[in-house]
């Protein structure tokens, strides 16, 4: 019923910048918080950055001040300004969403979805 998907990610040298984008698709009713998540190998996911309703941010220290999170509420969709890179921000990416869908007619239910990954490789 609901379908994230992601795009944006490759392969960069480190300082450089990528622009990753989640958007979310299907009967949604309206989004309560938009974010994005991250794994490299052996590690456990973590969060990158994640974006309210309410326009709350959060990002993780890691990240501060490199990556920047936004939303075109219109579009259903998220964004993350990935600037500065380094070597260690190599991981899958995930985008992820706390949403109310329609179940039928104006019945909704909350849920909680995962994009299939996009991965992101910085060399050094």
């Known amino acids: 019923q609901v379908k994230l998907v992601e795009s944006g990610g490759g392969l960069v040298q480190a300082g450089g910048s990528l622009r990753l984008s989640c958007a979310a698709s299907?009967?949604?009713?309206?989004?309560?918080?938009m974010g994005w998540y991250r794994q490299a190998p052996g590690k456990e996911r973590e969060l990158v950055a994640t974006t309210t309703s309410g326009d709350s941010i959060n990002y993780a220290d890691s990240v501060k001040g490199r990556f920047t999170i936004s939303r075109d509420n219109a579009k259903n969709t998220v964004y993350l300004q990935m600037n500065s890179l380094k070597p260690e921000d190599t991981a899958v990416y995930y985008c992820?969403?706390?949403?109310?869908?329609?179940?039928?007619?104006?019945?909704?239910?909350?849920?909680?979805?995962w994009g299939q990954g996009t991965q992101v490789t910085v060399s050094s």
């Open positions: 299907g009967r949604i009713a309206s989004i309560k918080g």
């Open positions: 992820n969403a706390d949403l109310l869908y329609y179940v039928s007619g104006y019945s909704s239910s909350r849920g909680d979805y």
